[in-house]
């Protein structure tokens, strides 16, 4: 297993491992959805607002990550991750949660404070996501199940209340994908 930051070179195979996980849970049509998703992210997001990490074995991609940047009122370095795809054959193998962790490492390398998803709190608990009030962080947009708004301190600090909006990367702030 091999961990490394993505690389452009690799973008169709990206684009396509999270068209085939998402149309294997949620449907063909979802499965569309975040493959266009994940396209306009890696077309329009800027290099220092996005960072993606894949898995791979034998020189293919089983699991791919993305976190962009996330802008909160207290002007703190804050990332989102969101997509996470592991490919079908290979979930529940533990490479999710490496996965994710080798991401939150180099986020912290980096000196980002904060990390937010929004997804299933039994799984990202797993890597240090607590779930998180919006009366603490208002999420960029609303949110379907607020269960889900998801945090992390990078740097051991305690997140602390922020007044006022956050503001994701333009290919994240869809209404429909929170």
Request: one cysteine or more; proline letters at 5%; glycine letters at 8%.
């Amino acid at each position: 297993m091999k961990f490394s930051l993505f690389d452009e070179s690799k973008s169709l195979e990206v684009i396509e491992l999270f068209r085939k996980v998402f149309s294997e849970s949620e449907g063909q049509a979802e499965g569309q959805v975040i493959a266009d998703f994940v396209t306009n992210l890696i077309a329009t997001t800027a290099s220092q607002d996005l960072i993606g990490c894949t898995a791979e074995i034998n020189q293919t991609v089983v699991g791919c990550i993305f976190f962009s940047r996330l802008t909160v009122p207290s002007g703190q370095n804050a990332f989102i991750l969101s997509p996470v795809a592991i490919s079908s054959d290979m979930q529940r193998t533990g490479i999710g949660q490496k996965l994710i962790n080798y991401g939150l490492d180099h986020l912290r390398s980096l000196n980002v404070n904060l990390a937010f998803t929004y997804g299933d709190p039994s799984y990202y608990s797993k890597t240090g996501f607590e779930q998180i009030s919006e009366h603490v962080v208002k999420a960029p947009c609303p949110l379907s199940q607020p269960i889900g708004w998801l945090a992390q301190s990078l740097d051991g600090q305690v997140i602390e209340p922020m007044a006022g909006p956050t503001k994701c990367v333009e290919a994240l702030n869809d209404p429909g994908l929170w």
